[in-house]
């Protein structure tokens, strides 16, 4: 039943190591987000895909990257990751258009550790 | 986006409602109120959302004042899995979500 599906759940890497952490959705939703959320910290928007059109927010840093190959999945690659990275990553979806203002639907987020 | 103003922490008994406050006294005309929540080690779960009327649905019921600054999440009858975190958001559209601090609901046996 999982529509939005992050794999894996849990994600431990060496300090700068690259890491990449993948989601999928079964929705056929045009737009894709990546939150990040720290211990004790609300979601906080990284970028988001809508369609193909690649968002980034003003303050994410460089070393966070995106990847949408298709509509079904969406990659986040840290590609020098600090111990200030470790948190939970959270993917989500949402149909956009004209219509009435849709919801966004999260997978349940991969917990990434840094050694 | 909008800001909005959430009580830190609420307490409610098992079977009772909870009912949970959110001021957002700067709203704009074409601006949504959502709610979420997000129970411990999972990604946050959509409630409900409205943009003038009160909404229902099988979940909880949203109640915006007619000025529109404030709104009230109601859930009718909280069991224990509704423990959580509650986020009241206000923005636009979809595109982007600013989560604030929330409320932590802990219902109470």
């Known amino acids: 039943d999982a529509m939005v599906i992050q794999n894996p759940r849990y994600q431990v890497t060496q300090f700068g190591k690259p890491v990449t952490l993948s989601c999928s959705q079964t929705l056929n939703h045009n737009v894709m987000y990546w939150y990040q959320q720290k211990s004790s910290q609300a979601p906080k928007l990284l970028f988001h895909y809508y369609d193909k059109d690649f968002n980034n927010e003003a303050d994410t840093p460089d070393n966070f990257q995106s990847r949408r190959p298709n509509t079904s999945f969406c990659f986040l690659d840290i590609r020098s990751p600090g111990l200030g990275d470790a948190a939970m990553y959270l993917c989500a979806t949402s149909r956009s258009g004209w219509e009435r203002s849709q919801p966004q639907h999260f997978g349940d987020g991969t917990r990434l550790s840094i050694l | 986006d909008a800001k909005t103003t959430q009580p830190p922490s609420m307490d409610c008994a098992e079977g009772r409602a909870a009912n949970l406050p959110c001021n957002h006294s700067?709203?704009?005309?074409?601006?949504?109120v959502y709610w979420y929540r997000q129970i411990h080690s999972q990604g946050p779960q959509y409630i409900i959302h409205g943009l003038k009327n009160n909404e229902t649905n099988e979940m909880a019921s949203l109640i915006i004042t007619e000025d529109r600054k404030s709104s009230t999440l109601i859930l009718p009858h909280a069991t224990l899995r509704d423990t959580a975190v509650y986020y009241c958001i206000v923005t636009f559209g979809n595109e982007k979500l600013t989560f604030g601090t929330g409320t932590r609901l802990t219902i109470i046996p």
């Open positions: 700067t709203i704009s005309g074409n601006e949504y």
